[in-house]
């Protein structure tokens, strides 16, 4: 039988506040166990939560990124689950009112050299605090319990079930780790625990409105993971389905070394939850003057960037694409062409040089020597024939160690400058072709590829500093 695929996720993002969502401890990831800890992590009898404000700001800035309706009056409740790793026994979250509703994430899939839009459909966004951890394996036939994470300010992002591939489910988890990096309410890091996703995967009969029964594969803190895992899965329900066996509403997780999922528990039922109003914390009311200056305050996004750079600034849609990555990356590069108009250059310099040397060193590009306007600069005396291509890798160079010079003194006190002086010129040429005589026979007999090869041995003797054409056109002229 064919089968329509349905994903749908549940993703989990740690909101990057100094404090935690219901108290003062540190929200810093890391530390010996139990040391981000306080009376009200811990559940102390007669202590009071109260609301982090900063983990509502971010809420609603994601809220605001994904065109969700903001709920301006929402609230907490109470989610009565055996939690071993939060010391009250229950969970502080939202599930009457969430505090944003609807909207949609935007997204690209690359497919070879071609770009396809893609959008999913959000249920809604809820704000809630995060369970500490659970450790098996240190001491035999216990479990420790480290509470520093406990309390950590989380929003949960449900989409509808609306996927129908493992690589669109894939991608749009990165979209979203892109965003909460470029919003700044997040570090996104999966490998930390700081972005994880609940995976639901069903499959239906090619056509048919009703769903399929639901699986969940829980807490995938990899993207590439969270693929496979859909796969495996696929797989596995439609053997089933096709052994006219029947799929059971679980809980499963994933064992990447095996590339396969395995059962956990029967899937819980709302009724499990037991929820009701949370009565230790009052309404938060967003009025319209805060809503609107968040909006304001709302920076440009990656898919809107994406089009400014490819369709307005004429740049590759894959360069396009890698220019908004990260913001640093795309704040750099927009920077940039407010000095210079020869946009494909800088973003030529970025996506080679730049991100090479960054990744050489292990560094982001804030920390990157020669600022926007250096790197202007040294575009348009390129422009201006006044450097060389060449000359100006050198001079990139000696602007990192030292980037308050001046590029032309720079490349006047290096002999970079441009040269346009044929005698030097056929000084150089002479030396090369004396010195490859066997090369310049074979080009003489019709191995015209060759002539890439002597213009850079001899833009190598020049430091760079001879004029392209004028060389090309002197050596084509000896090499007749």
């Given at each position: 039988?064919?089968?329509?695929?349905?994903?749908?996720?549940?993703?989990?993002?740690?909101?990057?506040?100094?404090?935690?969502?219901?108290?003062?401890?540190?929200?810093?990831?890391?530390?010996?166990?139990?040391?981000?800890?306080?009376?009200?992590?811990?559940?102390?009898?007669?202590?009071?939560?109260?609301?982090?404000?900063?983990?509502?700001?971010?809420?609603?800035?994601?809220?605001?990124?994904?065109?969700?309706?903001?709920?301006?009056?929402?609230?907490?409740?109470?989610?009565?689950?055996?939690?071993?790793?939060?010391?009250?026994?229950?969970?502080?979250?939202?599930?009457?009112?969430?505090?944003?509703?609807?909207?949609?994430?935007?997204?690209?899939?690359?497919?070879?050299?071609?770009?396809?839009?893609?959008?999913?459909?959000?249920?809604?966004?809820?704000?809630?605090?995060?369970?500490?951890?659970?450790?098996?394996?240190?001491?035999?036939?216990?479990?420790?319990?480290?509470?520093?994470?406990?309390?950590?300010?989380?929003?949960?992002?449900?989409?509808?079930?609306?996927?129908?591939?493992?690589?669109?489910?894939?991608?749009?988890?990165?979209?979203?780790?892109?965003?909460?990096?470029?919003?700044?309410?997040?570090?996104?890091?999966?490998?930390?625990?700081?972005?994880?996703?609940?995976?639901?995967?069903?499959?239906?009969?090619?056509?048919?409105?009703?769903?399929?029964?639901?699986?969940?594969?829980?807490?995938?803190?990899?993207?590439?993971?969270?693929?496979?895992?859909?796969?495996?899965?696929?797989?596995?329900?439609?053997?089933?389905?096709?052994?006219?066996?029947?799929?059971?509403?679980?809980?499963?997780?994933?064992?990447?070394?095996?590339?396969?999922?395995?059962?956990?528990?029967?899937?819980?039922?709302?009724?499990?939850?037991?929820?009701?109003?949370?009565?230790?914390?009052?309404?938060?009311?967003?009025?319209?003057?805060?809503?609107?200056?968040?909006?304001?305050?709302?920076?440009?996004?990656?898919?809107?960037?994406?089009?400014?750079?490819?369709?307005?600034?004429?740049?590759?849609?894959?360069?396009?694409?890698?220019?908004?990555?990260?913001?640093?990356?795309?704040?750099?590069?927009t920077e940039t062409c407010e000095h210079t108009k020869n946009y494909k250059s800088v973003s030529n310099w970025i996506l080679s040089n730049i991100k090479g040397y960054l990744n050489?060193?292990?560094?982001?590009?804030?920390?990157?020597?020669?600022?926007?306007?250096?790197?202007?600069?040294?575009?348009?005396?390129?422009?201006?024939?006044?450097?060389?291509?060449?000359?100006?890798?050198?001079?990139?160079?000696?602007?990192?160690?030292?980037?308050?010079?001046?590029?032309?003194?720079?490349?006047?006190?290096?002999?970079?400058?441009?040269?346009?002086?044929?005698?030097?010129?056929?000084?150089?040429?002479?030396?090369?072709?004396?010195?490859?005589?066997?090369?310049?026979?074979?080009?003489?007999?019709?191995?015209?590829?060759?002539?890439?090869?002597?213009?850079?041995?001899?833009?190598?003797?020049?430091?760079?500093?001879?004029?392209?054409?004028?060389?090309?056109?002197?050596?084509?002229?000896?090499?007749?």
């Open positions: 039988m064919e089968y329509d695929i349905v994903i749908g996720l549940e993703v989990h993002c740690q909101l990057d506040t100094e404090s935690k969502i219901f108290a003062s401890d540190s929200n810093k990831f890391g530390g010996e166990p139990n040391t981000h800890i306080g009376v009200i992590t811990l559940a102390h009898p007669g202590v009071l939560p109260k609301l982090n404000q900063k983990a509502v700001e971010f809420a609603i800035k994601l809220g605001l990124a994904f065109n969700c309706e903001i709920n301006q009056f929402n609230f907490f409740d109470r989610k009565n689950y055996f939690y071993p790793d939060l010391p009250k026994g229950y969970q502080i979250s939202q599930d009457k009112s969430p505090i944003c509703l609807g909207g949609e994430v935007k997204f690209k899939i690359k497919k070879g050299k071609e770009f396809s839009d893609h959008s999913v459909k959000i249920h809604h966004i809820h704000m809630e605090e995060d369970a500490g951890k659970s450790i098996h394996d240190i001491e035999p036939n216990n479990t420790c319990l480290d509470y520093n994470r406990a309390g950590t300010p989380l929003l949960e992002i449900v989409s509808e079930p609306c996927m129908s591939s493992p690589l669109e489910a894939a991608t749009y988890l990165a979209e979203i780790r892109k965003m909460v990096r470029f919003l700044g309410i997040s570090d996104g890091n999966m490998e930390e625990g700081s972005l994880r996703a609940d995976l639901n995967v069903s499959l239906k009969p090619k056509g048919s409105p009703t769903l399929g029964t639901k699986v969940e594969i829980k807490n995938m803190n990899s993207i590439r993971f969270l693929q496979k895992a859909a796969e495996y899965e696929i797989e596995r329900q439609a053997a089933i389905l096709d052994a006219n066996g029947t799929i059971i509403q679980e809980t499963r997780s994933f064992d990447p070394e095996q590339g396969k999922t395995f059962g956990m528990r029967v899937k819980e039922t709302m009724n499990d939850y037991r929820y009701f109003p949370e009565p230790d914390l009052a309404p938060i009311i967003i009025s319209d003057i805060e809503l609107s200056e968040a909006k304001s305050k709302m920076p440009k996004l990656p898919f809107e960037l994406f089009e400014t750079f490819s369709k307005e600034m004429g740049i590759s849609e894959e360069h396009a694409y890698l220019l908004t990555e990260e913001k640093s990356i795309s704040d750099y590069f050489e060193n292990g560094i982001d590009i804030d920390q990157f020597a020669v600022k926007p306007n250096k790197l202007a600069e040294l575009i348009k005396n390129i422009d201006q024939g006044n450097i060389s291509n060449s000359a100006a890798q050198v001079l990139m160079n000696m602007l990192i160690a030292q980037p308050e010079s001046d590029i032309l003194e720079l490349a006047k006190s290096n002999n970079l400058i441009q040269s346009q002086d044929s005698d030097s010129m056929n000084l150089w040429i002479e030396e090369v072709l004396s010195q490859n005589l066997a090369k310049v026979d074979e080009y003489k007999k019709g191995k015209k590829g060759l002539m890439g090869f002597f213009v850079g041995e001899v833009m190598k003797k020049s430091r760079g500093s001879a004029d392209p054409k004028i060389l090309n056109a002197l050596l084509a002229d000896k090499l007749k």
